[in-house]
């Protein structure tokens, strides 16, 4: 399994804006459950869903203006 932690700009803490919805909606329509953090998400999936993931989730929030997206991988040993 590989842990991703993905943070989107700008936010404001309590209130996350559309572009963070939508890039969390894009990880759930994979079917990845996210935890919602206060300053970001993370998600854990398999290492062969990696790629589609963080494409969905880029993309969601760079279309509905993200400034900044931050990726974290951490693969299982």
Known sequence: MVHVEFTIEPFVEGHPG???LAA???AQRLGVDVDMGPFGSSCAVERND????????TDAALGLG?????????QDS
Request: proline residues 0%; glycine residues 8%; hydrophobic residues 60%.
């Open 18 to 20: 559309a572009h963070v």
């Open 24 to 26: 969390i909606e894009a």
């Open 50 to 57: 990696v790629g589609a993931l963080v494409g969905a989730v």
């Open 66 to 74: 993200a400034t900044h997206v931050s990726i974290h991988l951490e």
